[in-house]
């Protein structure tokens, strides 16, 4: 039994020893970095787009694109004339009714369809601006216009709320890429 205490005296002694002898050599720096706490962060930056300009139209008229080289757009509180895309329509448009603030666009596929349509977001406040402007005209025809062009020119049927809109149409798909560009670049 002695025997067997002192053996457990002369681990325990070397344990110790070794230990002490080991830890310095254990705990040196290794020369690598300590960890970093990450915390992710988005990447994607913030998608900044120049106002888009809505105008109530007073007439809408059937066009060609000869009929449609009309004079720069005035200053946003007068009146003024524009065609679409294509030509194929002259609208007679009131000065800017509101400018709405996007945040996003992007062209989509409408379902068990070819067509196309461009789907927009838009900030919390000019959310509620266009609510209120398609309460006080349902029944009306507004104009989304950029740089002198008018990109849709919907009839207000009921008000429309949220923070996203969808121009639709029989739009191909070069069509609303075509819109979703001009409303990312203002060209």
Not at 4 to 29: E, N, Q, R, Y
Not at 142 to 170: H, K, T, W
């Amino acid at each position: 039994m002695i025997a067997v205490l002192g053996s457990l005296g002369i681990l325990a002694m070397v344990g110790t020893t070794l230990g002490a002898v080991l830890m310095p050599f254990l705990s040196k720096d290794s020369g690598a970095p300590p960890p970093r706490s990450v915390t992710p962060t988005s990447t994607t930056p913030a998608i900044v787009m120049k106002p888009l300009a809505v105008r109530p139209v007073f007439q809408a008229l059937v066009s060609t694109p000869e009929e449609c080289q009309l004079p720069p757009p005035p200053p946003p509180d007068q009146p003024q004339q524009a065609c679409d895309l294509d030509g194929a329509a002259r609208y007679d448009m009131g000065p800017v009714a509101l400018e709405l603030n996007l945040t996003g666009a992007k062209a989509v596929k409408l379902p068990m369809s070819e067509f196309y349509s461009v789907q927009l977001a838009m900030d919390p406040s000019s959310g509620a601006a266009f609510a209120g402007y398609t309460s006080a005209n349902v029944g009306k025809q507004l104009a989304f216009v950029r740089d002198g062009v008018v990109l849709a020119a919907p009839a207000i049927d009921q008000p429309i709320e949220g923070q996203s809109l969808q121009l639709s149409g029989n739009m191909s798909q070069a069509t609303a890429d075509t819109i979703v560009h001009m409303l990312l670049d203002g060209s």
